[in-house]
């Protein structure tokens, strides 16, 4: 299956923006998503795990769901920060492997 | 502050081999899988594959399979990954993540700080 996300969102301080990561076939609520981040530059970093779950010091604005009826997932930025702009991935699993979505660039304006 | 701590950047000719270093500071490696990730120059990023150091049991992505080799020396908590003939397709950074348990569905709960490679035709 493949991981489906937009290409580009933006946002302006303070705002709330959500990123959307579709899956192609299989259940959505069949293997965990996680989210990352990659500010240019820098290495990825966890923000997102097992679909709704913070790893320690990453900020309550950022929260994950998932939805059956849509088949996706999705991470959800609130309170929108400069240091928020990156690149942000869904990640999944396939029967042995893990599959990456392509990616989404978030422009903090 | 445990830490993988991945080999530093190298350039390479095409058709040379390479092998790069993912070490884990302390005895971090445990009962975790090592997985790389491959990032080409203004791309996303591509799974490549996971270890065990535990018992060096690996999977690989088939995009991937039979290009390169992962392995460890879970004595040293080292990860390794290998090319035996580098492409100029190959150029990249590389990073290596751990996961939090003994699943290889288990998140990743640290990353290394990436290796550049660079090949030339």
């Known amino acids: 299956f493949i991981l489906t996300q937009p290409h580009s969102v933006s946002g302006t301080p303070g705002e709330t923006v959500t990123i959307s990561c579709s899956r192609s076939?299989?259940?959505?609520?069949?293997?965990?998503v996680q989210w990352y981040q990659q500010r240019p530059g820098a290495a990825p970093t966890t923000v997102i795990y097992e679909d709704t779950q913070r790893p320690s010091g990453v900020p309550d604005r950022f929260s994950g769901s998932i939805d059956i009826s849509s088949n996706s997932a999705s991470l959800t930025i609130s309170g929108l920060r400069t240091e928020d702009e990156a690149d942000y991935y869904c990640?999944?699993?396939?029967?042995?492997?893990?599959?990456f979505g392509g990616g989404t660039r978030l422009t903090v304006l | 502050e445990v830490q993988l701590e991945q080999s530093g950047a190298e350039v390479k000719q095409s058709g040379e081999s390479l092998k790069i270093s993912c070490k884990g500071t302390e005895n971090i490696f445990g009962s975790h899988w090592v997985a790389w990730v491959r990032q080409r120059p203004g791309e996303g990023l591509e799974w490549m594959g996971i270890i065990y150091p535990g018992d060096s049991e690996t999977k690989y992505s088939p995009s991937f399979q039979g290009h390169v080799t992962i392995s460890a020396d879970k004595s040293i908590t080292t990860a390794y990954l290998q090319w035996h003939s580098l492409q100029a397709s190959d150029t990249a950074i590389y990073y290596c993540a751990r996961t939090s348990g003994n699943s290889w569905q288990d998140q990743v709960d640290l990353w290394g700080q990436g290796t550049p490679v660079t090949v030339s035709s």
């Open positions: 990640q999944s699993y396939d029967t042995t492997l893990w599959v």
């Open positions: 076939s299989g259940y959505i609520a069949s293997t965990y």
